[in-house]
C-alpha cells in the first residue's frame, strides 16, 4: 500500500530527500511504498538536483499540507514562520510531521508536542541535530534505561571547521572563516553558528529528551567562537589542549520536592584534554557523548550536515511513522517513547552557581614576582590553581596563563575582578572553561 508524502521545501535537505524516495532499489522495502505527492518551492524555475514531474511541485505550501493524497508532511523548508504554522495546520489535519529544523523545536517545540498528542499524530525530529547522526531516537528509545548525567556534543559543524583549522594552522579566526565561507562549509551570514546559537538550539532539543522535560531555549547561556583569538588555540595546545565549541547539559543534583530537575545547560569555547574523547572529532563532524547510569559512555559521530547525511535522517523518520501506518495505524494512542512524551519538568541553574574548570589569560607587566602574585590571588580567594605558566613576553608585557581546578563561576569571577585590579595586571585578556 502506498503512502503518499509531502515536501515542504526542495533545497539541501528536501532533494536529497527526494533523491532517497525517489530510487529506492537496495533500500529497505518500505522506501518502496512511499509516493512523493508534492512538494513546494519558493521558485519553481530553479535548477535542481532531483528532476521531479512539473505537476507535483507548487508554490503553495498550504496546498501541500491540504492535499488529501500526502498522509506524512515533511518540513525541510527552515526558519520560524511559516514553519511554525505548516506544522501546526498538518497536526490539526491529523497528518504526522517529519522536520529537521531546529529552529521551530527548540523554540515552539512545546506547543508543537502538545497538539501533537492532543491530535493522536507523530511528530519525528531526527535529523534537527546532528544531521546523519542517529542521537534523537538513542536517547527517546535505546537510551531509555538510564539515568542521564551529562550530554555534551560538537553539535554546529562550521565552528568545528574552523576550530579545526585554527588549530592546525595557527591561522586566525577572520581568516579561517573567510575561507569557509568561499567553500561553502560558512554561510555568507554566519551570526547562528559562529555566536553559537544553532549549537544551543540543538542542546535544548537533546536535553528536553534525555531529561524528559522542556528546557527553556531563551536562558541557555551561550557563547560563540566569534572572539577567540588564535594565541588561545596555540597555548591551549600548548598545555595538552584543543579547543570546541562544546554544548553541554548536565544534571545537577536529584530533583526537589516539586520533581524539577536542575540542569547545567550551556553552549561555548572549551578547552578538552587532547586524550577526551571528543577531542579528537575534526573538521564539519559532529559528535555527541552521552553519560548514563548504567550504560556509562556512549559516542555518537558522523557528518553533522549535508544534503544526503541529513536526508538518510528525515526518511528514517519518515519510515518509522510508515511503518506504524502499515500495521494499522496508531489507533491505541501514541507510543510514548517514539512520541517524546515528557514525563518531568526541568530548570536551568543559575550560571554564577555552576561549577567549572577554567584557563585564563591575562596580560601583565613583565616583572619578576607576577605569577607568585596571581597564584596568592587566586589562593586568598579560595580558587585553586593546577598550573600557572608564563608562556611569552613582548614590549614589557608578559602573558601568563592559568587553569584551574573546579570552581563555582560566582568566586571565580570575584577573583579576576580582584586580580584585574592589581596594578601589575594589564588586563585579563581570554578566560575559556576547561572540562
Ligand atoms: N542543510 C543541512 O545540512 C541541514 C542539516 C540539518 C538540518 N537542516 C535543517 O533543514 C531545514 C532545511 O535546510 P536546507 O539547508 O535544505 O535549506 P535550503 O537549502 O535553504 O532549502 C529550503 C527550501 O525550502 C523552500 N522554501 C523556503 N521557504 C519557502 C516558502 N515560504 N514557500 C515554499 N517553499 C519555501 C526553498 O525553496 P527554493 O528552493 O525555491 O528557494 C527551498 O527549496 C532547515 O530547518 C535546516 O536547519 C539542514
Known sequence: MAIGVGLLGLGTVGAGVAAILTSPEGRHPLVGALDLKKVAVRDPGRVRPVSLPAEVITTDPEAVVDDPAVEIVVEVMGGLEPARSLILRAIAAGKPVVTANKSVIARHGEEIAAAAAERGVYVLIEAAVGGGIPIIEPLKQSLGGNRIQRVSGIINGTTNYILSRMADEGAAYGAVLADAQRLGYAEADPAADVEGHDAADKIAILAGLAYGGPVPRAAIPTEGIDRLEARDVAYAAQLGFVVKLLAVAQRIGDPDDAGVQALDVRVHPTLLPVDHPLAGVNGVNNAILVEGDPVGRVMFYGPGAGAGPTASAVVADILNIAGIRQVGGPQAGLDPLLAASSWRRCALVEGALTSHRNYVRFRTHDQPGVIGQIGTAF?????????????????????????????????????????????????????????
Open 379 to 435: 589562593g586568598s580567594a579560595g580558587v585553586s590553581i593546577q598550573s600557572i605558566v608564563q608562556l611569552e613576553c613582548d614590549g614589557g608585557a608578559a602573558e601568563i596563563v592559568v587553569i584551574t581546578h573546579d570552581v563555582q563561576e560566582a568566586r571565580f569571577r570575584e577573583a579576576l575582578a580582584a586580580i584585574e585590579a592589581h596594578p601589575e595586571v594589564l588586563t585579563v585578556a581570554a578566560s575559556l572553561r576547561t572540562l
